[in-house]
């Protein structure tokens, strides 16, 4: 979790395992020291999460149709997030911009009951 000016952002199990998926194959494909560099850079991208959301004029902007959740573009990944509050952004999930990712967003809301209590820190409304 990394605390910024105007709010703090942390990530969900999921997202973490997407985010370390991204540094293996930049690895495999180019080499370790550039995958260090693009870990870097994807960091420091999700870092800037409430500065951006700060910045949004309309809060609808980087919303998905209906969905609660937000996509936040790093480099050739997209950080798809929640807002918490207005000071608790919790990135769910990460996803290369090559992805299915209105697939891959179906398949981040079908959440149950446990991961979402995970992911918001408090239990889904059973109303």
Same mark, same amino acid.
């Given at each position: 979790?990394?605390?910024?000016?105007?709010?703090?952002?942390?990530? &969900?199990?999921?997202?973490? !395992? !997407?985010?370390?998926? %991204?540094?293996?194959?930049?690895?495999?494909?180019?080499?370790?020291?550039?995958?260090?560099?693009?870990?870097?850079? /994807?960091?420091?991208?999700?870092?800037?999460?409430?500065?951006?959301?700060?910045? +949004? @004029?309309?809060?609808?902007?980087? @919303? +998905?149709? !209906?969905?609660?959740?937000?996509?936040?573009? +790093?480099?050739? &990944? *997209? %950080?798809?997030?929640?807002?918490?509050?207005?000071?608790?952004?919790?990135?769910?999930?990460? /996803?290369?911009?090559?992805?299915?990712?209105?697939?891959?967003? @179906?398949? +981040?809301? @079908? /959440?149950?009951?446990?991961? *979402?209590?995970?992911?918001?820190?408090?239990?889904?409304?059973?109303?």
């Amino acid at each position: 979790m990394k605390n910024c000016a105007s709010g703090s952002t942390r990530s &969900h199990p999921a997202a973490l !395992n !997407n985010y370390r998926l %991204a540094v293996r194959e930049t690895a495999r494909k180019w080499s370790p020291e550039q995958a260090k560099a693009y870990g870097r850079l /994807l960091r420091a991208g999700f870092e800037g999460i409430p500065e951006a959301y700060a910045r +949004v @004029r309309t809060k609808s902007d980087e @919303r +998905v149709g !209906n969905s609660l959740f937000r996509l936040h573009k +790093v480099e050739h &990944h *997209y %950080a798809v997030y929640i807002v918490a509050d207005d000071a608790t952004f919790v990135i769910a999930a990460v /996803l290369h911009e090559r992805m299915d990712i209105p697939a891959q967003l @179906r398949a +981040v809301e @079908r /959440l149950t009951d446990r991961e *979402y209590e995970t992911l918001m820190g408090h239990p889904r409304s059973k109303s």
